[in-house]
């Protein structure tokens, strides 16, 4: 691909409000370990955080996902659409109750979860080598752009 393309997909692709939380770009894990630490605890009964089940279809590139919030974190749906593997990439869309859309990409080893009324995705590591690396969270609010809450997982390409 020459450098116009590429330089004209770039600015298309931030002009419609696609904003990438690579998780390669990340060189190191970010402070709130008190978030992360509360964030492992769901799905371990705690009344605080729920989990939300999606849709899912799956096709020859990979598995959709779609999320029927219902005007919970300000949106009516989350849909990804994500290839296929551990870590593939995800391309998600928010749709806002205001008829609004926004979009960014993360990977596709995540849960959405609704804790205290916020929306979050949650990050673990698919196949940890120690109890240690079972516990490690990233956790982002979806949002326009999306904020990385926490995270103790750092660099993922050090887990492929």
Known sequence: MNKSRLCLGLTAMFTAGCVGVSAGGVAAPTSNDA????????????????????????????????FDLGGKGGLKALDASCGWGSYAECSFTAH???????????L???GLWDANGQLYL???????????????????????PPVEVCNQIGDYSNLM
């Open 96 to 106: 806002r109750r205001d008829g609004g859309t926004y979009q960014f990409s993360d």
């Open 35 to 66: 978030f992360c630490q509360q964030a492992s605890a769901w799905g371990g009964g705690t009344p605080t955080a729920t989990q939300i089940p999606p849709t899912v279809t799956e096709g020859d590139d990979g598995r959709s996902y779609h």
């Open 122 to 144: 949650l990050y673990r590591i698919v196949s940890p080598k120690d109890e240690a690396a079972a516990r490690k969270r990233r956790v982002v609010q979806p949002g326009h």
């Open 108 to 110: 596709s080893s995540f």
